[in-house]
């Protein structure tokens, strides 16, 4: 698995775990930030949420555009200094009026900036090194091992932004409530009704702080938004300590790929692996890959309803309490013990050594004895919160990894191998079964109409919406690190850090088109969403197919 693999991959690897780290940890808690502080409804959240995900996977086309003339370290470094400054301003607690917006917005420009100087381009970065033919036949699993590495950062942002924000609650005398947020805003701008007001006041009785539990309701909801919205403040300077991480180990084992920091015009100079491609063989990669940019924006789409409409579902239709074996997902420390106990079990059958054998076994038994242990440790029933959801699909992603490496592997190996495009076509339609299971779970719910910005009197288990995100995962997975492999092998070298922003400019599209469900959020029935999103996946899955000859003919 990581044998044999060039120890580049692992530096650029871990720079871009640290600062997806403190993305994920922003984007955990970014849509409740925003209904909490300013009492945004969902149509409005949504498109604020959309817009910054499509600048935030845009800016790669003028970021890769940029490093195709001047150079991809360059532009790596220069977007974790304004990605830095962006997570600052966005870290400044400030009342929720213009300046706030103001302030808010700016900060979120300079984070999609910076983003776009520095994802494409490191990625991009990380395919140069698989140029070398020594290392070409290693590309795809390098790019599912690059990929895993990403997840790493994620799969801890939603406990880290949760840890935080309790933490800041708590020393205001206060405890989060999914429900107190809309029915604060509702007192404050006198559009509560009876029923509503008396459910905030039973929920303001359950403050821990006495004092607090004794304000009259104008001043408890003026105090909770206050608080809230600075807690979330603090979770958003975490990204702010990752990007410090990040840029001491990119230029820390900087040495390590050094080589891979050359763009075309470099290349050519120094003939370091430069395939001149003839303008017919340009013309036809780049609408292959046109081609498949254009389908993959349904499943981001699709994909990127976690921090919407599923953190929604999550906080509205779901238990607010897991009991039994579902308590161990929601413990970080339980889920990173499993997942490392995943590859120390890989390796109890892998090592070429008795010994080595014998020390991974010895090594996973007691990884899933320390899980044991803290599962036992944990309440029952165990409170959770919406966000926690989040670090199922990242959890999902690491653990999952190896499992689809050995399962590809031991394909190439019969020559039965799908081609990337194929991977991809079959993603589509594994992420439709994704939102068949949300209707499922949605069947027999109130619209979100109904509740009025309540929560559902009879929530579902927290199962569906881990079955959900494990289905969209193993979508996520045949599609997501496959396509950067794609790119990155297809790309006429020329056109290297444009065809990877354009690869992400597809993601952009998907993520603004993600806002369709807020928009509908409470004008349809809550199964008629998932619906769509379902419908849409299994279309782009069947035109993928439909386009598989000319696709694998240009990319041979």
Not at 193 to 212: G, R, W, Y
Not at 243 to 248: E, G, K, N, P
Not at 264 to 286: C, G, W
Request: include cysteine; aromatic fraction near 14%; charged fraction near 10%.
């Amino acid at each position: 698995m990581f044998k044999g693999q060039p120890k580049g991959l692992f530096a650029l690897a871990l720079a871009n775990t640290g600062e997806r780290f403190g993305y994920y940890t922003m984007l955990a808690i970014f849509m409740l930030f925003l209904q909490a502080k300013f009492g945004f409804e969902q149509a409005a959240a949504s498109q604020i949420y959309a817009i910054f995900l499509a600048a935030v996977y845009f800016m790669p086309v003028v970021g890769g555009w940029l490093a195709d003339k001047i150079g991809f370290g360059k532009c790596v470094v220069t977007g974790i200094c304004v990605m830095f400054i962006g997570y600052v301003c966005l870290s400044i607690p400030t009342a929720a009026n213009g300046l706030g917006l103001a302030l808010m917005f700016a900060a979120l420009t300079l984070i999609a900036i910076g983003t776009g100087l520095f994802k494409g381009n490191l990625q991009v970065m990380v395919g140069n090194l698989f140029d070398d033919p020594k290392y070409a036949a290693k590309r795809d699993s390098a790019f599912s091992l690059f990929y895993m590495a990403i997840n790493i950062g994620a799969m801890f942002a939603p406990s880290a932004a949760t840890a935080i924000t309790n933490r800041f609650l708590g020393k205001a005398g206060l405890i989060y409530k999914a429900d107190i947020p809309a029915l604060a805003h509702q007192f404050m701008n006198s559009t509560i009704t009876p029923e509503n007001a008396e459910k905030l006041s039973a929920l303001a009785h359950q403050m821990p702080d006495a004092s607090v539990a004794s304000m009259d309701l104008g001043q408890f909801s003026a105090y909770y938004i206050e608080h809230l919205s600075s807690s979330y403040n603090m979770g958003f300077a975490v990204a702010c300590i990752s990007l410090i991480v990040s840029i001491a180990i990119y230029f820390g084992f900087r040495s390590w790929f050094k080589h891979a920091d050359v763009n075309a015009k470099q290349a050519a100079k120094s003939d370091q692996n430069y395939v001149e491609l003839s303008p017919k063989q340009t013309k036809e990669r780049i609408v292959a890959l046109c081609m498949v940019f254009a389908v993959v924006i349904f499943f981001w789409m699709a994909f990127h309803q976690n921090g919407s409409s599923l953190t929604w579902f999550a906080r509205d239709y779901t238990q607010s309490v897991a009991t039994g074996w579902t308590r161990i997902g929601f413990n970080i420390w339980a889920l990173a013990l499993i997942a490392v106990s995943v590859y120390t079990l890989f390796a109890t059958f892998q090592s070429e050594s008795t010994r080595g054998r014998i020390t991974a076994g010895v090594v996973t038994a007691a990884l899933w004895c320390g899980a044991g242990l803290i599962y036992r440790g944990l309440p029952e029933p165990l409170d959770i919160f919406p966000q926690l959801f989040q670090q199922f699909n990242p959890f999902y992603v690491v653990a999952l990894t190896p499992v689809s490496m050995a399962i590809f592997a031991a394909l190439a190996a019969k020559g039965k191998e799908p081609s990337a495009p194929r991977k991809i076509g079959l993603g589509m339609f594994v992420a439709a079964l994704g939102y068949l299971v949300m209707i499922f779970a949605s069947m027999g719910q109130a619209s979100p109409a109904e509740l009025a910005g309540t929560v559902s009197p009879d929530p579902v288990v927290p199962q569906y919406l881990m079955g959900t995100y494990l289905v969209l995962t193993f979508a996520e997975l045949l599609l997501s690190p496959m396509g950067i492999s794609f790119v990155s092998k297809v790309a006429p070298p020329k056109f290297k850090g444009l065809m990877m922003g354009l690869w992400f400019a597809a993601t952009a599209v998907g993520n603004y088109l993600s806002s369709i469900p807020g928009l509908l959020w409470k004008a349809v029935p809550l199964w008629a969403n998932w619906a769509i999103l379902m419908a849409l996946c299994v279309v782009a899955g069947l035109v993928m197919f439909a386009m598989m000859k000319k696709l694998e003919a240009a990319t041979a």
